[in-house]
């Protein structure tokens, strides 16, 4: 049962904490954490919320955007330079939960939940994690598949943005608002010459995490830029993807209409 609130001022404050209470819960926007409190789920008694740890903020030069981790979603939607994310983030939740859900905290929430992580992987985001000494760099591709560990704090994600009209996301869902993923799919394709000079292609609601569709990356690469050239290098998605079943499709459709939607994503059709 939660007995102590902690307020830190800044992120040395906030290590200084978890440090002294090893078991406490880590709270940024508040979307997962409090739901856990309503149910009378948790099993900690502390909570160390970074609101005033001074981790937000949004800061763009020379074509790279950096973000505290406790930015939140309904901020990247203000900034023009960060306007390829706004259809993503429209999808996410409603403008309640945006307010409150944070970047960094989008990355650890359960599948098939996360889209914003989708869309880092595919921009082949980094994230900065503190852990009481000197920071360390790791690709969020990499985070959200091993976590962190006790103590450690995720601070920033760093990208370079894309090329205009580079960046392609689509998310299937039961309803149009509010709703979990069945598939998301976040990509950044570059051409020369009409083929595919550049390619990543993130997945999301197929598995335990957000994952790199790698076999269709592989597939795509050099090729024409075209529907038959994508809907031939998505039907490798399978060997990529894990699905699993749930409230909102069966791993069987998951797996049956990935190839659908990573083409829709890619080419619009």
Same mark, same amino acid.
């Given at each position: 049962?939660?007995?102590?609130?902690?307020?830190?001022?800044?992120?040395?404050?906030?290590?200084?904490?978890?440090?002294?209470?090893?078991?406490?819960?880590?709270?940024?926007?508040?979307?997962?954490?409090?739901?856990?409190?309503? +149910?009378?789920?948790?099993?900690?008694?502390?909570?160390? %919320?970074?609101?005033?740890?001074?981790?937000?903020?949004?800061?763009?030069?020379?074509?790279?955007?950096?973000?505290?981790?406790?930015?939140?979603? %309904?901020?990247?939607?203000?900034? %023009?330079?960060?306007?390829?994310? *706004?259809?993503?983030?429209?999808?996410?939740?409603?403008?309640?939960?945006?307010?409150?859900?944070?970047?960094?905290?989008?990355?650890?929430?359960?599948?098939? +939940?996360? /889209?914003?992580?989708?869309?880092?992987?595919?921009?082949?985001?980094?994230?900065?994690?503190?852990?009481?000494?000197?920071?360390?760099?790791? $690709?969020?591709?990499?985070?959200?598949?091993?976590?962190?560990?006790?103590?450690?704090?995720?601070?920033?994600?760093?990208?370079?943005? $894309?090329?205009?009209?580079?960046?392609?996301?689509?998310?299937?869902?039961?309803? *149009?608002?509010? %709703?979990?993923?069945?598939?998301?799919? *976040?990509?950044?394709?570059?051409?020369?010459?009409?083929?595919?000079?550049?390619?990543?292609?993130?997945?999301?609601?197929?598995?335990?995490?957000?994952?790199?569709?790698?076999?269709?990356?592989?597939?795509?690469?050099?090729?024409?830029? /075209?529907?038959?050239?994508?809907?031939?290098?998505?039907?490798?998605?399978? /060997?990529?993807?894990? $699905?699993?079943?749930?409230? +909102?499709?069966?791993?069987? +459709?998951?797996?049956?209409?990935?190839?659908?939607?990573?083409?829709?994503?890619?080419?619009?059709?």
């Amino acid at each position: 049962m939660l007995q102590t609130v902690i307020v830190p001022g800044s992120l040395a404050l906030a290590q200084e904490a978890l440090a002294r209470h090893p078991g406490a819960a880590l709270m940024a926007g508040g979307t997962v954490v409090m739901p856990v409190l309503n +149910y009378g789920t948790d099993s900690f008694d502390t909570l160390v %919320s970074l609101r005033k740890a001074g981790l937000s903020g949004i800061f763009i030069s020379d074509g790279k955007a950096s973000i505290g981790a406790a930015t939140s979603l %309904s901020e990247l939607q203000e900034r %023009s330079e960060l306007a390829f994310l *706004a259809h993503a983030i429209n999808t996410i939740a409603s403008p309640t939960i945006r307010n409150m859900a944070t970047v960094g905290g989008n990355l650890f929430v359960e599948q098939p +939940y996360g /889209d914003l992580a989708v869309c880092l992987i595919a921009l082949g985001a980094t994230a900065a994690v503190a852990d009481g000494g000197a920071a360390r760099f790791e $690709p969020v591709e990499t985070l959200v598949r091993h976590g962190v560990a006790k103590g450690e704090i995720v601070t920033k994600i760093s990208f370079t943005l $894309p090329a205009p009209g580079t960046f392609k996301f689509t998310k299937a869902t039961r309803r *149009a608002f509010n %709703s979990a993923a069945i598939v998301t799919v *976040a990509a950044v394709i570059g051409l020369e010459d009409g083929k595919v000079a550049e390619c990543r292609i993130a997945l999301g609601g197929v598995g335990r995490h957000p994952v790199r569709a790698k076999s269709v990356e592989e597939k795509l690469l050099g090729q024409t830029f /075209d529907r038959a050239g994508v809907m031939a290098a998505a039907e490798v998605a399978g /060997d990529d993807i894990e $699905p699993f079943d749930d409230a +909102y499709a069966s791993a069987w +459709y998951r797996r049956r209409v990935t190839p659908v939607h990573i083409r829709r994503a890619l080419v619009g059709e």
